[in-house]
């Protein structure tokens, strides 16, 4: 099994930031794409961000030139850097993570979600 620990969620005014972070730990051989997810009241839990083992990134186009994710694989954590937020932006976000277990088998996980409400 793997588990996901969120952190960093809050309140933050327009134009303000915040800084999220996933660690994951338990059964784990290897991690591919680590990624972050959102779902905003009466809206559909949408991609934000992934990052690869290779570090290659990939950006919802709401948050491109805002946001940046990047990953610690010494510490299977990934974060994602939330800059110039807007109250679009409030939503539950998710973290996901899909690898290798030590069993050999895939496993594709998700965190228990965090709050970012963004309000003045």
């Known amino acids: 099994q793997v588990q996901l620990v969120e952190s960093g969620g809050g309140l933050v005014q327009p134009g303000g930031s915040l800084r999220l972070s996933c660690a994951a730990s338990g059964s784990i051989l290897s991690i591919n794409v680590m990624g972050w997810y959102r779902q905003a009241p009466g809206k559909q839990r949408e991609l934000v961000a992934t990052?690869?083992?290779?570090?290659?990134?990939n950006y919802a186009d709401s948050v491109k030139g805002r946001f940046t994710i990047s990953r610690d694989n010494a510490k299977n954590t990934v974060y994602l850097q939330m800059n110039s937020l807007k109250p679009e932006d409030t939503a539950v976000y998710y973290c996901?993570?899909?690898?290798?277990?030590?069993?050999?088998?895939?496993?594709?996980?998700w965190g228990q979600g965090t709050q970012v409400t963004v309000s003045s």
């Open positions: 990052i690869t083992s290779g570090g290659s990134t």
């Open positions: 996901n993570v899909g690898g290798v277990t030590t069993r050999w088998r895939n496993y594709d996980s």
